[in-house]
């Protein structure tokens, strides 16, 4: 939660409109263990939420895990070609935290697909993996950094430049 804020925060301060589906420990994720069916309406409510915020982009970030500690590494998964680049933008700056230089991967996960807006699932590091847990612990800002410098340049690639006022 504490990266997602970051990381709406620095969106903010460029101007950029968040809606996060949570803004704390509450929102659209129950507290409790959920059915197959119930986490399938779950993830169809953030979608819809997406779509009814109007929103040009859509960041679906969590922390992974694994049984073997030594898996490590951001992993960026996208659904479709737009999304392709956004993924390809994050992941290339989430790779400069570690060791492990991960590719992007074309998933075709519930909350990513079929959305009207460039959308994508990041996996910001395995919380099993001792390198990658201390930098989603004391390096929240530096991950929220590279997202967001991710997200910035690949806006810029979808909105040509304004010609310059000529007399």
């Known amino acids: 939660m504490e990266l997602a804020l970051a990381l709406k925060e620095r969106l903010e301060a460029n101007g950029v409109k968040v809606r996060l589906t949570r803004n ?4 659209i994720v129950p507290e409790k263990r959920m059915t197959y069916s119930e986490q399938w309406a779950n993830l169809m409510e953030r979608k819809e939420f997406a779509a ?3 929103g040009h982009l859509l960041l679906s ?3 992974n895990s694994h049984r073997d500690s030594r898996v490590s590494g951001a992993i960026v998964f996208y659904s479709d070609d ?8 994050i992941q290339a700056r989430l790779n400069t935290l570690g060791p492990k ?3 992007v991967e074309k998933k075709n996960f519930t909350v990513i697909r ?3 807006m460039p959308s994508v699932l990041i996996e910001t590091g395995f919380i099993t993996n001792e390198h990658d847990r201390e930098i989603l612990i004391s390096a929240q800002d530096t991950v929220a950094a590279l997202i967001h410098e991710a997200v910035d340049r690949f806006c810029q690639d979808l909105i040509p430049p304004q010609p310059e006022n000529q007399p």
Do not use: F, M, V, Y
Not at 24 to 27: A, C, K, L, M, V
Not at 82 to 89: K, M, T
């Open 82 to 89: 737009i999304s392709a680049g956004l993924a390809s933008e």
């Open 114 to 116: 079929d959305n009207p």
């Open 61 to 63: 970030i969590h922390t």
């Open 24 to 27: 704390g420990d509450n929102g």
């Open 101 to 103: 230089k991960r590719q």
């Open 52 to 54: 009814e915020q109007k």
